[in-house]
């Protein structure tokens, strides 16, 4: 029956009927709009819906500065909670944290491929907010997420570097597409190849994305939004390009652009909006170009150098905006004070100085990799962290630091009064870590204050020219080691771990009710009255000091107390740097007051550039200082010559040799220089680094040893790079000891170390040793990255171990990656060797065609058609279906020349989900007609 039939007979009817069918119809429209809107709904009632700390909240941090930073500017601006403004949402916009329904089965990756449609559903008003990661970084891009939702902004995406995270984001309702990288799931480490390799991904996304046609707000996972900016963007609508810089000096001091002549520093990738107009996107492909002809550029290098091609003149007197790149790029350059960086933001407080409301934060500038940047946004209450984090199971120790005035105020503030202040503040603290780790309680940090900024490279005390004030409250990164305290170190040689907690943490809105509540002020000073009067206050949340001086006399046990110092002694990093002193920095020291005449002096001599915690004289130091005459004095003369700046390496060894790496911005001094242009007025940094580089090149023993002295001697061993390079060189020779001396000497691996120390071990056919290492990395608790387990697969095919290559495939799979093809052909490489192709089926299990295609050629290769494999062509029949590749899954099984019930199976239920029902009754009635019956 038509639907115009009933209508008809309606309109002819008695009027009686008319009422009937109108109430019908009426009934019909309130009922389908219940059950959709119930179906809409019901995700949020699901066992396995989104924590309401997650959901958008009713009001919104516009203005969230760092808490009790109150002295470091007469305004304080903490706290200002706004409501949103209500925003339209598209008709297509699926609400963001709205989770799929309980027990649903994740959608075939290709509906997560980004194409225009699928960016279209979240765009509003032409514009998309985008950022992008992998699952190290999954509380980072919540956070983002979360702040963009409680200030209504909702048209966003994620992109999803690996499938853990894919899947991740998509079952708390967040909207997120596949990059289609295949990345690590783990914490890369900046400077590493795979951080390099996230910084082009980032460019072929923008590359992507532009040719839709939508305005483009590209973020990095390290910021969060303070405060809706689409607002502040539209009111450049000329700018092709707007984007963040690291300028540290104001040039103006209100909301308009930063004057670009003035503007000295790069601009920085990490915050840049993009408008899809010709000259956007013909940088956009010209900077993908550049990145991938050249792995070495480094992606915000490359991005100034293309912008600053051409730079002026000024598109007109009033809007700030400056022609760049080709001459028609309209550029425009976000000012610092409220698109801040880690610097305007922590150091310098620069938006409330200006009174001025920020929008942006982006935590560069800081000193301890990833652990730094989260403890900075923790600092600032603006990281979201669970409701345990809040209340720990054995409560926290917290106490009220004493500090003279006269530490704070009187004097020049030069390094004789900053030190003083630090270590007054640091031997309160080393009290206060005795005490958490005696009672078993988080330690609350107090705020810290500083009289000298810390930086990469020779400075005055604070930046000429910047707004920071002396003394300021400094992040906790600038005299601690953050990344070492939150480390998990062996208990039997550092005693029980001591969990930490940022200074503003009872400032944090999400503080629960009964920790404030549950409160305890007191003033002890042994320990045994600690143990005695402690134990009947177990059940209370927060213990308070009074004070920490002299507030305990040290531990009973004399074991635990080498053990806590051996701790504590790490806890502490550096502060550079002096000017004219080579190497500029200094140590702080976590028991300076046990050191009589203790004074703030860089390191003298290269044996004693190391920490204080670290012997003098070490293995390798001293065996190279025993060499023959001969070789001793070949390595002082050349040592002398450059470090009496008689002529640099560079030039004994020609330009031209040395083109690639004479930008000095390629080399990174530590593991976390911000994205800033600086000069350093020493460059005897660099020629290491080049001698390091050209002896990778061609090794030998000499050559190896020479490197080390000078390494040792204008102590640059301690910067990974440096050190991981040198065991390479040694290895490299054949002098395995060696390398296996330095790598020992290493107390802080990184990814990088450990995979250098096996591929050492493997290129001097110590494959047993190489596994050894493997295990210790484990037994360490070191993050592994997928080129260490390339690395382990390679060892164990060579010693024929394929039990223990099971247990790497397992770790593979449970770990995510399973989905780098080198992996995979590890894998598949090592069980040919041993005889067992069959165990590679396990990796249809990740659903992921690129394996399935190596393993396909493979199997093709071998005879997978054949009877003795039939269970391989079931793993591919089921490996293409997973991926929507029915078609390749339909060649397979009809290229078998013998097929089992689990190969009708397969194929029958890979149509099914694939949406081919007909065809898949056609199949089964097919398997019926042949003689092999349904199961």
Not at 156 to 174: F, H, I, N, P, Q
Not at 404 to 432: C, D, M, V, W
Not at 604 to 620: C, E, F, M, N, Y
Request: include cysteine; hydrophobic fraction near 40%; proline fraction near 6%.
């Amino acid at each position: 029956m038509a639907w115009g039939n009933p209508f008809q007979e309606v309109a002819n009817s008695k009027p009686l009927f008319v009422t009937i069918y109108a109430t019908v119809l009426v009934g019909i429209v309130f009922s389908s709009f219940y059950v959709f809107s119930a179906i809409y709904s019901s995700g949020n009632s699901t066992p396995d819906s989104t924590p309401s700390w997650w959901l958008p909240t009713s009001a919104s941090y516009v203005d969230s500065p760092p808490l009790n930073q109150a002295p470091n500017s007469s305004q304080t601006a903490v706290g200002v909670i706004l409501a949103p403004t209500p925003q339209p949402r598209s008709k297509l916009m699926k609400p963001i944290w709205e989770v799929p329904p309980s027990g649903s089965r994740m959608p075939p990756l290709k509906t997560f491929r980004l194409t225009k449609e699928l960016v279209q559903q979240r765009v509003k008003d032409n514009v998309v907010i985008v950022t992008f990661g992998n699952y190290a970084f999954m509380d980072f891009i919540l956070t983002w997420v979360k702040h963009l939702t409680d200030l209504g902004l909702d048209n966003l995406l994620v992109g999803a570097m690996d499938t853990k995270l894919l899947e991740a984001l998509y079952r708390k309702g967040v909207p997120v597409f596949d990059m289609g990288s295949r990345m690590s799931t783990i914490d890369v480490g900046w400077g590493s190849p795979t951080f390099h390799k996230m910084g082009r991904e980032k460019v072929i996304l923008i590359d992507a994305i532009l040719p839709f046609g939508y305005e483009l707000l590209m973020c990095d996972t390290d910021m969060v939004w303070l405060k809706n900016p689409l607002p502040y963007f539209a009111r450049f609508p000329e700018a092709d390009v707007l984007t963040s810089t690291d300028q540290v000096i104001p040039t103006v001091v209100d909301d308009r652009l930063d004057i670009w002549q003035q503007v000295g520093a790069a601009f920085n990738i990490g915050i840049f909006h993009w408008r899809p107009t010709e000259s956007a996107k013909k940088l956009a492909k010209e900077w993908k170009d550049m990145l991938l002809a050249d792995e070495k550029i480094w992606d915000q290098n490359g991005f100034n150098d293309l912008v600053r091609r051409q730079m002026g003149p000024s598109v007109d007197e009033d809007s700030g905006l400056v022609y760049a790149f080709d001459g028609n790029l309209k550029l425009g350059l976000l000012p610092a004070s409220i698109f801040c960086s880690g610097h305007t933001y922590f150091v310098q407080v620069m938006y409330q100085q200006l009174r001025l409301e920020p929008y942006a934060l982006h935590t560069t500038f800081q000193y301890a990799g990833t652990e730094g940047k989260r403890h900075r946004l923790r600092e600032a209450t603006v990281f979201y962290d669970p409701p345990e984090y809040y209340d720990s199971p054995g409560g926290f120790l917290t106490f009220k630091p004493s500090i003279p005035k006269t530490l704070l105020l009187e004097g020049e503030h030069n390094l004789e009064s900053h030190f003083s202040l630090i270590n007054y503040q640091i031997k309160q603290i080393r009290t206060a870590l005795a005490i958490a780790s005696l009672l078993n309680r988080t330690l609350v940090m107090p705020p810290l204050w500083c009289r000298l900024d810390r930086l990469w490279f020779p400075h005055p005390g604070v930046l000429v020219g910047s707004m920071t004030r002396q003394p300021f409250v400094c992040p906790l990164d600038h005299v601690f080691e953050v990344n070492v305290m939150l480390k998990e170190l062996p208990v039997e040689e550092f005693g029980p771990g001591i969990n930490l907690r940022e200074y503003s943490f009872f400032s944090n809105p999400s503080m629960p009710r009964q920790v404030k509540e549950s409160w305890l002020d007191v003033q002890l000073c042994n320990e045994e009255t600690f143990k005695t009067v402690f134990s009947s206050f177990k059940d209370v949340k927060v213990i308070q000091f009074l004070s920490m001086q002299d507030a305990f006399l040290g531990f009973a046990d004399k074991t635990r107390e080498e053990r806590f110092r051996s701790r504590v002694k790490r806890y502490v990093g550096i502060w550079c740097c002096v000017d004219n002193h080579s190497p500029g920095h200094i140590y702080y020291d976590m028991y300076w007051d046990e050191k009589p005449g203790w004074k703030p002096v860089p390191p003298q001599t290269a044996a004693d550039d190391h920490p204080p915690w670290k012997l003098l004289g070490s293995t390798i130091y001293n065996n190279l200082m025993l060499t023959s005459p001969e070789l001793h004095d070949l390595i002082i003369d050349n040592i002398h010559r450059i470090l009496r700046g008689q002529c640099s390496w560079r030039q004994r060894t020609g330009k031209g040799r040395w083109k690639r790496w004479r930008d000095r911005r390629q080399h990174r001094s530590f593991d976390e220089r911000p994205h800033k242009e600086q000069r350093f007025e020493n460059t005897r940094f660099y020629d290491v680094l080049d001698i390091i580089k050209f002896s990778t090149m061609k090794p030998d023993a000499v050559t190896a040893t020479m490197v080390h002295s000078l390494v040792l001697k204008v102590g640059a061993l301690a910067y990974l790079p440096t050190s991981t390079s040198l065991l390479v060189i040694y290895s490299r020779v054949r002098d395995f000891g060696s390398s296996v001396a330095l790598f020992n000497e290493i107390l802080y691996k990184d990814v990088i170390v450990w995979n250098a120390m096996m591929t050492a071990s493997i290129n001097n056919q110590c494959y047993t040793a190489a596994v050894d290492i493997f295990m210790e990395m484990m037994k360490d608790g070191s993050e592994f990255d997928s080129t260490t387990l390339v690395i382990v697969v390679s060892a164990l095919s060579n010693v024929n171990e394929m039990k223990q290559g099971w247990v790497v495939h397992g770790l593979s799979v449970k770990s995510g990656m399973l989905s780098d093809s080198f992996l995979c052909n590890a894998l598949i490489d090592m069980y040919a060797k041993c005889g067992d192709l069959s165990s590679s089926e396990t990796s249809t299990c990740l659903g992921e065609l690129s394996i399935g295609q190596v393993i396909h050629g493979l199997g093709i290769k071998l005879g997978y058609k054949e009877s003795s494999h039939i269970s391989i062509a079931n793993s591919l029949i089921s490996l293409y279906s997973q991926c929507g590749d029915i078609d390749s899954a339909n060649i397979v099984f009809r290229e078998m020349v013998f097929k089992d019930v689990v190969s009708w199976n397969a194929m029958i239920d890979g149509l099914a989900s694939n949406g081919k029902i007909l065809e898949a009754f056609d199949l089964l009635h097919e398997m019926q007609l042949g003689g092999s019956g349904p199961t």
